[in-house]
């Protein structure tokens, strides 16, 4: 009989710690996991399932206006934020009821409350302590906003969804992929939608081709950019709106201002310093390539590692760090080619490297570019355009990179990610035959090089 009351105790139900307790459970481990928010995590609640659900909201938009080139006459279309804020709520509420009910079929121990380190093998969870052999911090991430006079009347990612009523004028700071969706959401929702961010372009580690591409159609589609801009201060006015002055002297007034300036660690009140677990500067748990702690009994997997901030990087993740613990399974987690897609409008997908890490990285490399009209918006009178762009390796032909930048990218992409992590070659994407027509079928036609580099 164990000396512990579990085998394995994780804290967090979101992506990562659910795949990994079910996972566990499964084989026969002894396993319980803790949730005191919602079941399903930040992915499920407030991030990327709504989020999808609220850009096809805003979609719509532009779909009323294309299909008068189709023959198609729309009487002037109206948009009801109640209406999509509570069926994306009964969405939410039918996926958490499936993670719970995926957890307890599993046969792992589900609980209802804030657990925290009480020990190297001990948690410390609805004032009980329980033992555990092992421990799994699964706690994601949390959006970073900095503190400013005014701070405390901005949003987060995590309250957006559920606004009681939808803003007229809206403000969303940041550069990163968060950001950019939400310009995009809410504006194809109908309202006045300025982004502001600090340097002098959004979406900072993107393709810089990729980068102004999408700054352009943003632009075409009627969201204010403001670049080398920052927030100095924030004044509630006695109507509810919030007068907003910015660095470059400027003031403005906004309904809402969303803040989406980056996700830390999750990582406050577990008691990971009272247990001896290390974290970094920003609080990230630092682990090591089995995603074991500086505690050997203690370990810690998805955003509160500080590492690759995605869904399926998590469940990767969790089923890497089970088939090692309780299947013997020695292989390293791979984290080469990763595909990756923003959801702002219209989408972007990329895998591999941007031009610049592959410039730095290979002596010769060909660079593969097509932007052009999609046939949709040739009857639609939309100005959208899109962008395929492909990287390459000179002298052995591997496709290093590849960036899209138009309807259903991710869609495109994740199929691309296969063929690239079987290590396909320009010669192997020039010999497939195309789908016409489609926008994907660039990526086997393209067969000059727009620029070159050599350093050799």
């Not at 606004?163 to 809410?186: C, K, N, Q, S, T």
Request: hydrophobic share 40%.
């Amino acid at each position: 009989m164990s000396e512990f009351d579990y085998d394995l105790f994780v804290i967090g139900a979101g992506s990562g710690g659910v795949r990994a307790a079910r996972m566990a459970a499964a084989m026969g481990v002894k396993v319980a996991i803790a949730e005191d928010r919602y079941l399903g995590g930040t992915c499920v609640n407030v991030g990327c399932v709504p989020k999808k659900l609220y850009v096809y909201g805003a979609h719509f938009s532009e779909d009323f206006h294309d299909a008068a080139g189709y023959g198609w006459q729309v009487n002037p279309p109206e948009f009801d934020w109640s209406t999509l804020r509570d069926n994306k709520r009964r969405e939410i509420s039918r996926l958490n009821e499936i993670y719970k009910n995926l957890l307890i079929n599993s046969g792992a121990h589900l609980i209802h409350g804030r657990a925290s380190l009480s020990g190297e093998q001990a948690v410390r969870v609805n004032d009980r302590e329980l033992t555990a052999e092992r421990v799994l911090v699964a706690t994601g991430s949390w959006p970073f906003v900095p503190e400013f006079p005014g701070s405390e009347h901005v949003l987060t990612s995590n309250e957006i969804f559920d606004l009681p009523v939808f803003p007229r004028r809206m403000l969303v700071v940041g550069g990163g992929y968060i950001a950019v969706e939400f310009a995009g959401i809410f504006k194809g929702l109908g309202a006045e939608t300025r982004l502001a961010y600090r340097r002098d372009l959004f979406l900072r580690g993107f393709d810089d081709d990729v980068r102004q591409f999408v700054a352009d159609e943003l632009t075409k589609k009627g969201v204010e950019l403001s670049f080398n801009t920052d927030i100095e201060r924030i004044e509630k006015l006695g109507s509810g709106a919030l007068k907003v002055y910015l660095n470059t002297g400027e003031q403005t007034v906004a309904d809402v201002v969303l803040y989406a300036t980056g996700r830390k660690a999750n990582s406050q009140g577990l008691g990971l310093s009272q247990a001896g677990v290390a974290t970094d500067n920003e609080g990230a748990i630092i682990v090591n390539d089995r995603f074991q702690a500086s505690v050997p009994s203690v370990y810690a997997l998805g955003d509160v590692i500080g590492l690759i901030q995605l869904t399926p990087v998590a469940l990767a993740e969790g089923m890497s760090l089970v088939r090692h613990l309780y299947k013997d399974d020695n292989s390293l987690l791979d984290y080469s080619m990763i595909p990756t897609a923003v959801f702002c409008q219209p989408n972007i997908g990329t895998v591999g490297l941007t031009e610049k890490e592959a410039r730095e990285q290979n002596a010769e490399i060909d660079i593969y570019r097509s932007t052009f009209r999609p046939l949709k918006h040739t009857l639609s009178g939309s100005s959208e355009r899109c962008l395929i762009k492909m990287i390459v390796d000179r002298q052995s032909e591997r496709v290093l990179g590849v960036h899209m930048v138009g309807s259903d990218a991710g869609e495109i992409i994740q199929g691309i990610a296969v063929a690239m992590k079987a290590g396909a070659t320009k010669s192997v994407f020039d010999q497939t035959i195309g789908i016409h027509p489609t926008a994907a079928e660039e990526f086997v036609t393209m067969r000059e090089p727009v620029s070159q580099k050599n350093t050799a």
